[in-house]
């Protein structure tokens, strides 16, 4: 676990936080984040939309060796930042080690 596996800079354009709906299983989007290497990661997230600008500040920790979900529908895992409901935007990651990213999104409104 030297210097850890995966790239310090992600981009994930296409993301859109569906509604909860029904169910049991709520909509919503996670991030998942491995952190190979042998230092805790910090990784800043930028948001991107279609039509304004990101006015947010969003500081994600993982720690060495771990893994982690982020939740784009849980306040506190976005710092505090509303992400709103069906909105087209895209996600940039930068973490000052490497790091490997999952996106997903899970749409029971159909």
């Known amino acids: 676990m030297a210097n850890g596996i995966g790239k310090k800079l992600w981009l994930i354009p296409d993301c859109e ?38 006015d947010g ?6 720690g060495a060796g771990r893994v982690r979900c982020f939740r784009t529908n849980k306040i506190d895992d976005m710092d505090g930042y509303e992400v709103p409901f ?13 790091i490997v990213v999952q996106y997903g999104r899970l749409d029971n409104t159909q």
């Open 17 to 54: 936080l569906p509604q909860p709906g029904e169910g049991v299983a709520k909509g919503h989007e996670s991030v998942i984040v491995v952190n190979d290497s042998e230092k805790e990661a910090t990784i800043k997230v930028k948001l991107y939309f279609v039509d304004k600008d990101f």
């Open 86 to 98: 069906e909105t087209q935007y895209a996600m940039k990651l930068e973490s000052d080690v490497e």
């Open 57 to 62: 500040e969003i500081t994600w920790k993982v």
